[in-house]
């Protein structure tokens, strides 16, 4: 069955650096998706992404957060400055259709020191 | 601003059916209710929706109440594999793409 596929699985970075995570969506899916997850509380939705551009934000994605999909196969999220605050689980998702089930990565564990 | 009440957790053993309730009483015409879980470490993992009919999987049933307002998923002989936290969401698909979390029911699974 296919899969999104998220990488790297564990980041460790300094406080204040920029990391990109990165994710590879299920082939025929055209809506993309980061939430995350702060350890012990509630999975967290951050953005939905289609046609080459956002379709919508939370509050919690601000300007320190962008989501880029480089070529046909990639969906990026980048953080620009990381804060402590930042450490969480992050999972990409991806629909075939904004009316279909959701389909997750199993996560990008950001740890910022 | 919760849509859904489900409890906080709950057992079952190992080889029983697992019955999960959700309450959903604001729950409007066009939206469907949604299951998915999440075993620890890993990502969401879409179980099963529906609008008013019942519905079966390979992985569970969806039992809606004639009025909607509230749901019960069903897993048919829960395995240890089962333990995990299970959310219960209300989305109408035509309007909102996204879903949204709320904090779920955690599921032991009793050997």
């Known amino acids: 069955e296919p899969e999104v596929t998220q990488t790297p699985s564990h980041q460790v970075t300094q406080m204040g650096q920029e990391v990109i995570l990165r994710c590879v969506p299920i082939?025929?899916?055209?809506?993309f998706y980061w939430y995350r997850q702060i350890l012990g509380q509630k999975v967290e939705f951050l953005v939905s992404?289609?046609?080459?551009?956002?379709?919508?934000k939370s509050e919690i994605f601000d300007d320190q957060f962008s989501v880029e999909r480089p070529d046909g196969s990639n969906f990026t999220l980048k953080i620009r400055s990381t804060k402590l605050e930042d450490s969480a689980m992050y999972f990409c998702?991806?629909?075939?259709?904004?009316?279909?089930?959701?389909?997750f990565g199993n996560g990008t564990r950001l740890t910022v020191t | 601003d919760a849509k859904t009440t489900q409890p906080t957790s709950m057992d079952c053993a190992e080889g029983r059916a697992a019955n999960l309730p959700c309450n959903h009483s604001?729950?409007?015409?066009?939206?469907?209710v949604y299951w998915y879980r999440q075993i620890h470490s890993q990502g969401p993992q879409y179980i099963i929706h529906?609008?008013?009919n019942n519905e079966t999987n390979e992985m569970a049933s969806l039992i809606i109440t004639e009025d909607r307002k509230s749901s019960t998923l069903i897993l048919p002989h829960a395995t240890l594999r089962d333990t995990a936290v299970y959310y219960c969401?209300?989305?109408?698909?035509?309007?909102?793409?996204?879903?949204?979390f709320g904090k779920g029911t955690r599921l032991h699974i009793l050997p």
């Open positions: 998702a991806s629909s075939v259709e904004g009316n279909s089930p959701l389909h």
């Open positions: 082939s025929n899916h055209l809506y």
């Open positions: 992404f289609y046609n080459n551009e956002i379709s919508e």
């Open positions: 604001t729950i409007s015409g066009n939206e469907y």
């Open positions: 529906g609008l008013k």
């Open positions: 969401i209300v989305r109408d698909p035509n309007r909102d793409d996204k879903i949204i």
